[in-house]
């Protein structure tokens, strides 16, 4: 059965956008070196002028930085710290309807999804820093570890504020100060934030925003005056930065990209695996590091998983993100779209075979169909590369040991899914599949206290829980790491 939706658009009015922002430096907005717009990849329309950082605007923010660092952050004692990161956690929820619309209209995706998920998450996220802030003598770092000074962030398109949260949370609970650069194409949640940041009266510098392209996350990984850099984004980049970090003294983390694997087995609910596939890959437009887009599938059950699957792929809603039925919303930018395209015709060309669902697309915009590929061979690239787009490859597996032989055939090890209703087989599946976060009989669950991160090519580092501490805190030295 369809069921017909009249349009439930959420109401832009507010947000106001300037028509032009400057730097976060220092706790102020700075005129740059020079500008660049945003757009909204929904329609195309112009939001706003965004200031582009160039090396002495990144100096700048290093010096204010560093400055923060030594007169006042580092040396503030952490349940002085923990209140600041509680006001701010507060005001993301006081402000949660102007920044999930804000985050939809800049990046494209469901306000939904921005609603639902990345702005109480990003809140959850500071909230629960700020009670690690006084607590850190008893988190297996020796009885007081020490900040690591200023940290350089760099952090990617597809969850703009929330990448943010888990980025600056964690360094300012543990008394570091932050230059952070967000993507070229969605800067605008990182700027409403510096706006959170001046409203929760945060020292001066503790917090600084440098917008721009590439080059001004180059310009601030290879500044001296930076301790750790921490970076979330493709791989290709980051070991760009591995290589530019190196013997420099500066502590990295790198959460990269992924080519995870969602092993569905015959005893799985069919229609539950179903909800998990559909989660696993279009949620967000399929813009997700560990996105389920390997669907391993146990030969036996191929032929209903297939029909659930097309059928429920029939029914998901693409188009007005803003529209709070809207499923699927628009992909980030043209070049994504454009590199989507390419994956997907190099996987027809290489023999896969192709079905997209019945969606009609919107005339302006960048869009793309949700999208299932079968007759799929491990050697097929849309089955090694990660396409971060709404594309599903399906391969197939006999038996528990080729589904691991399977899943783990991928130069990536961020994340993958189990779907089986025996806690044994979880289990030894969970041991066995070289993933940083396995995932049983639900796909795509965060939580603060949860530390997520990659093995092989997926990077190095944890971020959020216990774990995720670590990396901001200079635990030399400590006897019970
Ligand atoms: P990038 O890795 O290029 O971008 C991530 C961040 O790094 C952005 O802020 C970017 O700036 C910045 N950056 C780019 N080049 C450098 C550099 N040399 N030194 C320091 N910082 C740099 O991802 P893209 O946006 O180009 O996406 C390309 C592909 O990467 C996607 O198709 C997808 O496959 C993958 N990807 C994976 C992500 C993940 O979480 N695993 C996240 C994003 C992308 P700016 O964007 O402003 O130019």
Not at 38 to 67: C, F, K
Not at 165 to 188: D, F, I, M, R, S
Not at 215 to 242: C, N, R, W
Not at 452 to 466: D, I, L
Request: hydrophobic share 40%; aromatic share 8%; proline share 6%.
């Amino acid at each position: 059965m369809r069921f017909e939706y009249s349009p439930a658009p959420e109401s832009r009015a507010i947000v106001t956008l300037r028509d032009s922002y400057g730097l976060f430096i220092g706790g102020s907005f700075v005129p740059g070196s020079s500008v660049f717009k945003t757009i909204s990849p929904a329609s195309e329309e112009v939001l706003a002028e965004v200031t582009h950082a160039g090396p002495e605007d990144v100096d700048r923010a290093v010096a204010a930085a560093r400055q923060a660092y030594e007169r006042t952050w580092s040396a503030m004692p952490g349940r002085e710290r923990g209140k600041y990161l509680f006001r701010i956690a507060r005001l993301i929820q006081e402000r949660s309807r102007e920044l999930a619309v804000l985050e939809t209209i800049d990046n494209g995706k469901p306000i939904r999804e921005s609603r639902d998920v990345d702005v109480p998450l990003a809140a959850a996220h500071f909230f629960y820093h700020a009670g690690w802030a006084d607590k850190l003598g008893y988190a297996g770092f020796g009885p007081s570890p020490r900040p690591l000074g200023v940290v350089g962030q760099v952090i990617p398109w597809n969850f703009p504020l929330l990448m943010l949260a888990w980025k600056v949370a964690p360094a300012l609970a543990c008394g570091n100060t932050v230059v952070l650069k967000p993507a070229e194409t969605t800067p605008l949640t990182a700027l409403l934030f510096a706006e959170i940041c001046q409203q929760a009266d945060l020292p001066p510098g503790v917090v600084n925003i440098v917008t721009g392209d590439g080059a001004t996350g180059q310009a601030l990984v290879a500044h001296p005056g930076i301790d750790k850099i921490a970076f979330t984004g493709s791989t290709e980049v980051g070991k760009e930065i591995a290589r530019a970090c190196a013997v420099s003294g500066k502590r990295l983390t790198l959460e990269l990209g992924g080519k995870a694997a969602n092993v569905v087995f015959d005893d799985a609910p069919v229609d539950q695996a179903v909800e998990g596939i559909v989660n696993g890959i279009f949620f967000n437009q399929g813009h997700v590091c560990c996105a389920g887009s390997r669907l391993l599938v146990q030969e036996s059950v191929y032929d209903d998983v297939l029909a659930a699957l097309r059928r429920r792929m029939g029914t998901l809603r693409l188009g007005d993100p803003l529209d709070k039925n809207t499923d699927v919303g628009a992909i980030n930018s043209r070049a994504q779209l454009d590199k989507i395209s390419e994956l997907v015709s190099s996987g027809e060309a290489e023999g896969a075979s192709r079905w997209s669902a019945p969606c009609p697309l919107p005339d302006r915009g960048f869009w793309f169909a949700p999208t299932v590929f079968t007759e799929v061979s491990q050697a097929h690239r849309i089955a090694r590369e990660e396409i971060f787009g709404p594309v599903l490859s399906v391969l197939t597996f006999r038996t528990p040991a080729e589904a691991v032989e399977k899943a783990n055939n991928t130069p990536y090890g961020l994340s993958a899914g189990v779907w089986t209703e025996k806690g044994s087989l979880i289990l030894w599946m969970a041991s066995r599949l070289r993933a940083g976060v396995v995932w049983a009989n639900t796909f795509n669950r965060f939580d603060p206290s949860s530390p997520f991160g990659g093995y092989k090519e997926s990077g190095f580092g944890r971020e959020g829980g216990r774990h995720g501490l670590e990396a901001y805190l200079d635990v030399t030295g400590s006897a019970d790491v």
